[in-house]
């Protein structure tokens, strides 16, 4: 006779719920340049290795299919990513810029990343398991016509949006950290390191405040990053930094049940901004002061 699980502990009076955050992951299988002597799979069986020391729920990773075209190994790397338990999303075939290739081609271009997805993550769940879509750029639309063409065929296919809520410009460092490794200059790679995980965390402070005043509760959290050299090499630090701030990891499943991803931000013309943002934008919503991402700062790190 199988013995009942034990009930979970109850909550101590007065204390805080814990942030509820899924990790995500964009550009598989290759983001960035990469580090020598790290390959491609490296990175990813890096990634897998943090995610289960951390004992994380699946994390979902956005394909782009295009760089399997280009490179068939590197479809050995979505296979280690589902292999160790994780999940595959959607990113468009190749990363597609709705500005410049315009609505008709983006639309194909999702489509064409179908196949690939569905070969490698099957069917299971009527499709489900891999039919959530982040968009490129966060770029849901140029206009709300644009953006709710673009959703309805989405839904009409069955996708779900991976929506946003913590972005603090991750993919930034990976060029920074290439050029100060290629310099030998090991004080600019800590400098990065620290900066990297201290950025983190003020952008997870604030989207737990934002969130609060734009939807009246402690919403569930979506944070992005990305599948590169450097995010391999500082992940652990990230996760760690991030249960010390009182963050319980959930699945992207349980962060989409939020009733706020239900909201709709009424925002058409969008570049990089989160859902949280659009939260706030298109309600007025108040919220703490915007943080910054340190984009000109890591540009210029060693040049």
């Given at each position: 006779?199988?013995?009942p699980?034990a ?5 101590t009076p ?11 992951f ?44 280009a ?8 296979k ?19 500005r ?5 081609a983006y639309?194909?271009?999702i489509?064409r ?12 769940d009527n499709?489900?398991?891999w ?7 966060l ?7 644009s ?42 790679q800590?400098?990065?390191r620290?900066?990297f ?11 737990d ?29 990230l ?40 939260l706030?934008e298109?309600k007025k ?19």
């Amino acid at each position: 006779m199988q013995t009942p699980a034990a009930p979970p502990p109850a909550a101590t009076p007065g204390a805080r719920p814990p942030i509820e955050v899924a990790v995500t992951f964009d550009d598989l299988p290759a983001h960035g340049p990469a580090l020598p002597g790290m390959s491609r799979m490296a990175i990813i069986e890096s990634l897998n290795a943090t995610l289960r020391k951390h004992q994380m729920p699946p994390a979902v990773g956005y394909v782009n299919g295009h760089h399997v075209e280009a490179r068939p190994d590197e479809r050995e790397v979505l296979k280690a990513w589902l292999a160790a338990g994780n999940q595959l999303g959607s990113h468009t075939w190749s990363h597609a810029n709705l500005r410049e290739v315009g609505l008709d081609a983006y639309l194909k271009d999702i489509d064409r990343n179908e196949p690939l997805l569905a070969e490698l993550a099957g069917t299971a769940d009527n499709g489900r398991a891999w039919k959530t879509f982040r968009y490129p750029y966060l770029q849901e639309g140029m206009d709300l016509p644009s953006r709710d063409a673009i959703r309805q065929h989405l839904f009409a296919r069955g996708y779900r949006v991976a929506q946003v809520t913590i972005d603090f410009g991750d993919w930034a460092w990976n060029d920074a950290y290439a050029r100060c490794v290629a310099a030998g200059n090991t004080k600019a790679q800590e400098s990065l390191r620290e900066g990297f995980r201290k950025t983190a965390v003020n952008f997870l402070r604030w989207a737990d405040a934002a969130g609060q005043q734009a939807t009246g509760h402690r919403m569930r959290h979506v944070l992005l990053l990305h599948a590169g050299a450097f995010q391999a090499q500082t992940l652990d630090a990230l996760l760690t930094a991030y249960e010390k701030a009182g963050v319980r990891f959930i699945s992207m499943d349980e962060a989409l049940q939020d009733p706020a991803y239900a909201v709709d931000p009424g925002v058409g013309d969008t570049w990089g901004s989160s859902f949280l943002e659009q939260l706030i934008e298109g309600k007025k919503a108040p919220h703490p002061p915007f943080p910054l991402q340190p984009l000109d700062v890591l540009d210029a790190v060693c040049r």
